[in-house]
């Protein structure tokens, strides 16, 4: 996918690994939409690049496809979708204070999974329209899982099942969409510097990142948009998940 002068949708792009990839897509020259539910971070993120902004919840229908019209109404149509909306939650699934909370499960899965579905079908449909490039392509989406697909630590089984039904829609969903020659591909994270890990001491963050076999620190947000970068320009990247780790494999705590 050439990506200079492409419309782009990042969902999720106003913090982490969405701005940073929002950064890295406009930086290529592509015409980014930035999809957020923060609509002050995301104008004003949005200014900064000359990119478009349209708050979008993605657990909304609706606001979700309003978000794929917007960019898909820019020339040449929606080409590349990158989901990046995610949440965490940290309960066991039982102990002294009973069984898992339904709620804090489902909000998980629904903002993490059914949003990254919402995203995906939506960003599909749109590039089905589009005028085909090399090798027939027309279009590729990017999902974000996480290494908690494989590696679920204590208390983190909502983070895990939603990741995990990430990484289980990646293949089906590309060979739905290849004989359109859409393609899809999922980046599952490893430690990132994101704003989820910048509410810790840096204590903590320090030792988090020595877990991690090489290089010994958490990885940058700049890092994953250089991976979407490549999924999005190397057309025979297709129905893979890409560990982006450092080789860490994470230990039960």
Not at 138 to 146: D, L, Q
Not at 198 to 209: I, V
Request: hydrophobic share 45%; net charge negative.
């Amino acid at each position: 996918m050439r990506i200079e002068n492409a419309s782009a949708l990042v969902s999720g792009g106003a913090s982490g690994l969405g701005e940073a990839t929002s950064r890295r897509l406009s930086e290529l020259g592509a015409a980014v939409t930035i999809a957020d539910v923060n609509e002050e971070k995301g104008a004003a993120l949005a200014d900064e690049l000359g990119a478009e902004f349209v708050k979008a919840d993605v657990t909304n229908e609706e606001e979700v496809e309003a978000a794929v019209a917007a960019a898909a109404g820019r020339d040449g149509g929606l080409r590349i979708a990158v989901s990046c909306a995610g949440v965490g939650w940290a309960e066991k699934i039982a102990g002294k204070r009973g069984p898992h909370q339904s709620l804090p499960f489902e909000t998980v899965v629904r903002i993490n999974l059914i949003g990254t579905f919402n995203v995906l079908r939506f960003a599909a449909t749109a590039m089905l329209a589009n005028e085909p490039q090399e090798d027939g392509e027309r279009g590729v989406c990017v999902n974000t899982a996480s290494i908690a697909a494989f590696d679920g630590q204590v208390g983190q089984i909502a983070y895990s099942a939603s990741k995990g039904g990430v990484v289980g829609m990646t293949l089906p969903a590309a060979r739905d969409l290849a004989p359109a020659g859409v393609r899809v591909c999922t980046i599952a994270p490893g430690l990132f510097d994101t704003p989820l890990l910048a509410a810790l001491p840096q204590e903590q963050r320090d030792e988090l990142g020595r877990q991690v076999p090489f290089p010994a620190r958490l990885g940058a947000p700049a890092e994953y948009a250089a991976l979407v970068q490549h999924i999005a320009e190397n057309r025979m990247l297709n129905g893979e998940v890409v560990r982006l780790d450092g080789a860490l494999r994470m230990p039960p705590r």
